[in-house]
């Protein structure tokens, strides 16, 4: 992901699976952010 723009169109799952991030962190990552 380049810039925020691209991680806000983006899902938790997606989010856990390409960034090797957990759930719990997409979460509250795409949840900063406002995306539901």
Avoid: I, N, Q
Avoid at 5 to 26: C, I, N, Q, W
Wanted: overall charge neutral; proline content about 0%; aromatic content about 8%.
């Amino acid at each position: 992901y380049k810039t925020l723009y691209d991680l806000s169109f983006t899902s938790v799952a997606e989010l856990s699976r390409v960034a090797g991030v957990g759930k719990a962190t997409a979460e509250k990552l795409l949840g900063a952010l406002g995306v539901e």
